[in-house]
């Protein structure tokens, strides 16, 4: 398997790194004759400065496109909410995919998720290989003092980045910090503590020689604040809740951070004629410009990309297939869309073409807003749309919103529509965050009803303000807790919450509220060892409430091909998983 890993980061390097694959022109044979430059190897890309810069690159572009809502449906889906209290697979709530069931999609012979585990070990493969690469090389390259330190932090970030998510979805498995060579086939499960260990000691690494804020090379690399971030969760996971604290305090009070309380950006009414600063975050080409002090990690989507670029689907994740509601109640195509290319769309400019793989549960669409529903300005409805209006030129019903059991009351009653379909698929709460309103016809070249080219948040403050609340209540200061909460809710014009009704569950609640679509909720929710308990009371799935989660999906299964080929060291099964 770890062979495997090492073809393929020889494949990948040139493709996730833009080196070009240097192609012999048949037509010469003094060229023919030369000494063969049609590949690239780690014992030659990673000698030069430009070279291990494009090293850097490509783990930026592999993480972006793995795990921030790129090509693999499942695997964006899940690890932002799918399958845990805030939501379910829409398109098809009985799905085989997106953990309808537990019991049957989470298996150790599940291709999807097999992915977690092999796509981290790439990416730990490649790390491994480029600090060998970095400490190989001839110390003149280097431009000025301390790049080499700080490229080797920047590569250990993507190695501590890769053992969360193993550590949190498996528990114990094997530490690699050296380049695999060869046919490896005795790996061990290392103990978590040990693994903690490592990421502990490849952030803190970071938290000194990685760039301060404003000091980086590029929008989008990594830096000091995003290593401390981490590292504050990483000790959350271990309990160590002062430690979790003071590294969540160092990003909060040091590097000029702030929350966004003012309006900002050059689109603020653009799509609604109406916002707010919490709006403004999200707003297309906000997230790295100067003033945007909440920003602390960003992906870079948006052209020219300088750590990798691309496209990302969280439109077709997160949104409703409101353009497949079919014809209104009298007959008319319910949505005409845009006209381009000579024809009309389907989809809007607005909303983009969404697949509706995650659907919101009603605890995140509803629940957590109750109590200020109509001051929380997260719950606006320029912030969560939850009116939809037909597009039907001559219907009676064109320009009207939809009302789906009033206005299709007679076909559900005569059983010629399928009204969980109309609910769950087709109709309900679209955060705008994730969209891209009226920016998706921009550039044709690159964009499409089904993705955009947003820059997407990996770390913004708002976040650590709550990390810091969670250890703050790991050490019985609610009060401490409560004040952290409350700089967010007052941005969100939110009712301050007092310091006796902080716990984790309202923790749980306050993220969900203001990171729904960016954070790693099973992460989440498998650190403050809530994931089983909440899925089961709060996952509405309408045809498998609850999931039919068990215990033991607290963890999920090694995969049995890494078993398998493990022939020459036992490594057993997380517990609960068949054993063969």
């Given at each position: 398997m770890m062979k495997q890993f090492q073809d393929m980061f020889l494949r990948k390097f040139l493709l996730f790194a833009g080196v070009l694959l240097v192609l012999l022109p048949a037509c010469s044979e003094d060229i023919l004759d030369e000494t063969p430059l049609d590949f690239l190897a780690p014992e030659n890309a990673y000698q030069t400065l430009p070279g291990i810069k494009q090293g850097i690159t490509g783990l930026h572009f592999s993480v972006r496109q793995r795990w921030f809502y790129g090509s693999d449906q499942d695997a964006g889906a899940i690890m932002k909410g799918c399958?845990?209290?805030?939501?379910?697979?829409?398109?098809?709530?009985?799905?085989?995919?997106?953990?309808?069931?537990y019991v049957n999609y989470v298996t150790s012979e599940n291709g999807y998720l097999r992915n977690y585990w092999t796509w981290n070990y790439e990416l730990i493969?490649?790390?491994?290989?480029?600090?060998?690469?970095?400490?190989?090389a001839d110390p003149n390259?280097?431009?000025?003092?301390?790049?080499?330190?700080?490229?080797?932090?920047?590569?250990?970030?993507f190695r501590a980045f890769a053992y969360r998510i193993l550590v949190s979805t498996y528990g114990d498995v094997?530490?690699?910090?050296?380049?695999?060579?060869?046919?490896?086939?005795?790996?061990?499960?290392?103990?978590?503590?040990?693994?903690?260990?490592?990421m502990e000691q490849d952030l803190l690494f970071g938290t000194t020689?990685?760039?301060?804020?404003?000091?980086?090379?590029?929008?989008g690399r990594i830096t000091q604040g995003a290593a401390w971030h981490m590292l504050s969760e990483c000790y959350l996971a271990q309990g160590k809740y002062q430690l979790a604290a003071d590294a969540a305090s160092a990003v909060i009070d040091n590097y000029g951070y702030a929350l966004m309380t003012e309006r900002f950006g050059d689109r603020q009414n653009l799509v609604w004629g109406e916002g707010d600063p919490y709006y403004d975050l999200f707003d297309y080409g906000n997230q790295n410009i100067a003033g945007n002090t909440e920003s602390i990690w960003v992906i870079q989507v948006e052209p020219p990309?300088?750590?990798?670029?691309?496209?990302?689907?969280?439109?077709?994740?997160?949104?409703?297939?409101?353009?497949?509601?079919?014809?209104?109640?009298?007959?008319?195509?319910?949505?005409?869309?845009?006209?381009?290319?000579?024809?009309?769309?389907?989809?809007?400019?607005?909303?983009?073409?969404?697949?509706?793989?995650?659907?919101?549960?009603?605890?995140?669409?509803?629940?957590?807003?109750?109590?200020?529903?109509?001051?929380?300005?997260?719950?606006?409805?320029?912030?969560?749309?939850?009116?939809?209006?037909?597009?039907?030129?001559g219907s009676a019903y064109d320009k009207k919103k939809i009302n789906l059991l009033v206005d299709y009351a007679a076909?559900?009653?005569?059983?010629?529509?399928?009204?969980?379909?109309?609910?769950?698929?087709?109709?309900?709460?679209?955060?705008?965050?994730i969209a891209d309103p009226c920016h998706y016809f921009t550039d044709p070249n690159r964009s499409g009803g089904g993705s955009d080219h947003k820059d997407r948040y990996a770390i913004r403050l708002a976040e650590t303000l709550l990390l810091r609340a969670e250890a703050y209540v790991g050490l019985n200061r609610p009060d401490l807790a409560a004040a952290d909460i409350n700089l967010i809710r007052a941005r969100a014009n939110a009712t301050p919450v007092d310091a006796d009704d902080v716990d984790l569950d309202y923790i749980l609640d306050e993220r969900?509220?203001?990171?729904?679509?960016?954070?790693?909720?099973?992460?989440?929710?498998r650190r403050m060892g809530k994931l089983v308990e909440r899925v089961r009371t709060l996952n509405n799935n309408p045809k498998n409430p609850g999931l039919n989660i068990q215990d033991y999906h607290v963890l999920w299964p090694i995969p049995q091909n890494q078993i398998d080929l493990n022939i020459d060291a036992e490594f057993p099964q997380n517990p609960g998983y068949p054993t063969r």
């Open positions: 399958g845990t209290d805030i939501a379910f697979h829409g398109e098809d709530p009985n799905s085989t995919r997106f953990m309808c069931n493969q490649r790390v491994n290989v480029l600090i060998e690469g970095i400490n190989a390259i280097w431009a000025k003092e301390g790049q080499k330190d700080a490229y080797l932090a920047e590569a250990m970030f094997p530490l690699v910090t050296e380049v695999i060579k060869g046919v490896k086939t005795d790996f061990t499960r290392t103990p978590k503590a040990q693994v903690y260990a490592q020689k990685l760039p301060a804020r404003g000091q980086e090379e590029e929008p990309p300088t750590t990798g670029g691309g496209s990302v689907e969280g439109n077709r994740t997160f949104g409703p297939a409101y353009f497949r509601l079919g014809n209104t109640p009298d007959g008319f195509k319910a949505f005409r869309g845009e006209f381009r290319n000579g024809k009309y769309t389907g989809y809007s400019d607005t909303l983009g073409r969404p697949v509706a793989w995650l659907h919101p549960t009603n605890y995140a669409a509803y629940d957590i807003w109750k109590s200020d529903w109509n001051n929380d300005v997260r719950n606006a409805r320029y912030n969560i749309k939850r009116d939809f209006y037909y597009d039907a030129p076909e559900y009653e005569a059983g010629t529509r399928d009204a969980m379909r109309d609910s769950c698929q087709y109709i309900y709460p679209y955060w705008m965050k969900a509220r203001e990171l729904y679509g960016e954070e790693w909720r099973h992460i989440t929710l």
